[in-house]
């Protein structure tokens, strides 16, 4: 059992570790942090909810994946991030976007692995390491993207509405085509998801640490 916990909760702590080593010029302060890894683990609660809800009145396997699950899940993350981090004096660069983002997500995914891999009996195992290489990276992909946007809301005063939409849109769009793809078990393609999310989600990073506020000028 502790070996399938363990298993189950490290990836998402060291794809959190990596994006808080990579905020280079003015780290969030700890506190903050786990505050928001913790509100991940809340926002379970609704998300839950409102999936259940939308399992009995969405038929449509991907409208489904698209309405019922990834907008669910991205959408409540947006909402609990836009009450709670974005109008915190700390969220001062644009790269801030996006440790809350990934912050919260993953709480929520470490949550959700747990759920996966202590569910499965025998087969946890074999899970913990299907969603290592999987799941974890399109959740991380979706928190990056998310917060890449919100970033550029909170930086870019003039495009704030376009950044909003773009914060919600382009995640759910990312979290339901890897959905879909697993429900109708075309796993190349879900594979193709993370390849290319794992791709911008690191040119995202690049981007948002060369316009910080805070980096040393030449």
Do not use: W
Not at 166 to 195: K, R
Not at 210 to 216: A, G, H, I, R, V
């Amino acid at each position: 059992m502790l070996d399938l916990v363990i298993s189950a909760i490290t990836p998402p702590l060291l794809v959190l570790f990596f994006i808080y080593r990579n905020d280079l010029y003015e780290k969030e302060p700890h506190n903050l942090i786990l505050k928001t890894f913790l509100l991940g683990f809340l926002v379970v609660v609704p998300m839950i909810i409102l999936e259940l809800i939308t399992q009995k009145t969405i038929t449509d396997i991907f409208l489904f994946s698209m309405f019922g699950v990834a907008l669910v899940e991205e959408g409540v993350k947006f909402v609990a991030l836009l009450k709670f981090n974005y109008p915190q004096k700390d969220f001062n660069e644009p790269y801030d976007g996006i440790v809350y983002s990934l912050t919260i997500t993953m709480g929520f995914a470490l949550v959700e692995n747990l759920m996966y891999v202590l569910g499965s009996g025998e087969v946890g195992s074999s899970v913990s390491i299907a969603r290592m290489l999987t799941a974890i990276p399109m959740h991380a992909t979706c928190g990056i993207v998310m917060g890449y946007f919100l970033g550029l809301a909170k930086m870019k005063k003039t495009q704030k509405t376009k950044n909003f939409i773009l914060a919600i849109v382009a995640p759910t769009i990312i979290h339901g085509l890897y959905n879909y793809f697993i429900f109708i078990e075309l796993f190349g393609l879900s594979l193709v998801i993370v390849f290319f999310g794992i791709r911008y989600s690191l040119k995202a990073i690049r981007i948002h640490q060369e316009l910080s506020p805070f980096k040393p000028k030449n």
